[in-house]
């Protein structure tokens, strides 16, 4: 087999990375109306680009000609999910905003994927006021031309932030399942209520 | 100035050890055959054509190290001689043309 340079090969791993990662995460229907089919250094960008607006179920961007950067808003059920399960945890054990558990994790894998660049800036907009309030919580990314900032870097960002949102979101999900079936085999909880009855 | 004696050259390049590519697991041999390997030869190769179970992330990360160090590094090494032999002046003789 001939050894050879091959022009792009590295971004082409990059966009098999990206791939890879949304088929692992069940949303692989985003390659599939996204990305160009053939792997090649002149779709990178595009594939890229389509992975950022889609990742999230809501995407808005603007651009500041001035200033020169772009704003995207991001918006999912999961992140309004999460940030309901942030003000019910808030209420329930009298906890401000601020100390709130499910506010500070959100921030450090905020931080965490997002703040490895200087020209990438970002705002988790969660919100525990109100179960309404929560459920308008949102992701506000800045991003400033920068070379050592690629596309497929923040694609793989906001791919990993999405996971993370909707990981604990699940996870919620099975304790209450286990939580309500458990209390519905429990033959104590049964008797109890049989005797509550007949009395 | 540089002279190379053409009989040694090619004495020693069949002498040299054969390139041997470096053990593999069998997602990053999956990807060094069915990704790098087509688009070495030329052809094209769709996502669609590449079975997304077969390897993991870990996998394209060893095969952008592989790319790296060994074949980009080897194809720079090959790419210098190349150009040096080239620019080599011919050296005039007298030889029997019969």
Redesign the interface.
Same mark, same amino acid.
């Given at each position: 087999m001939m050894i050879d340079k091959l022009e792009g090969f590295e971004m082409i791993l990059d966009t098999l990375t990206v791939a890879k990662e949304l088929h692992d995460i069940d949303r692989y229907d985003i390659v599939q109306t996204q990305f160009f089919d053939t792997l090649c250094l002149d779709a990178f960008y595009e594939n890229m680009l389509g992975v950022i607006a889609s990742v999230f179920t809501g995407f808005h961007n603007d651009y500041e000609d001035d200033e020169e950067y772009e704003i995207m808003i991001f918006t999912d059920d999961v992140i309004s999910k999460y940030y309901c399960l942030a003000w019910e945890y808030g209420w329930s054990h009298n906890v401000s905003h601020n100390e709130n558990p499910y506010v500070i994790e959100a921030k450090r894998e905020a931080n965490r994927w997002l703040g490895y660049c200087f020209s990438i800036g970002y705002k988790l907009l969660g919100y525990t006021r109100t179960k309404k309030t929560a459920m308008q919580s949102k992701l506000v990314v800045y991003s400033a031309p920068c070379e050592c900032c690629s596309f497929d870097s923040l694609a793989y960002s906001l791919l990993q932030l999405y996971q993370f949102f909707a990981r604990k979101c699940e996870e919620h999900r099975e304790r209450v399942t286990k939580v309500r079936d458990a209390a519905l085999e429990n033959p104590a909880i049964t008797d109890a209520r049989e005797g509550v009855m007949a009395a | 100035m540089l002279q190379v004696c053409v009989k040694q050259l090619l004495s020693a390049i069949q002498s040299a050890e054969a390139?041997t590519l470096p053990e593999m697991d069998t997602g990053t041999a999956y990807?060094y055959n069915n990704?790098?390997?087509k688009?070495?030869?030329g052809e094209?190769?769709? =996502?669609?054509n590449?079975d997304?179970t077969a %390897?993991?992330?870990d996998d394209?990360?060893s =095969?952008?190290e592989l790319?790296?160090e060994v %074949?980009?590094a080897?194809?720079?090494a090959a790419s210098g001689l190349t150009m040096t032999l080239r620019h080599m002046n011919p050296i005039c003789k007298i030889v029997n043309y019969v």
């Open positions: - | 390139f990807l990704l790098y390997g688009l070495a030869q094209d190769v769709g =996502l669609s590449l997304m %390897f993991d992330t394209i990360a =095969l952008k790319y790296t %074949f980009e080897n194809s720079h």
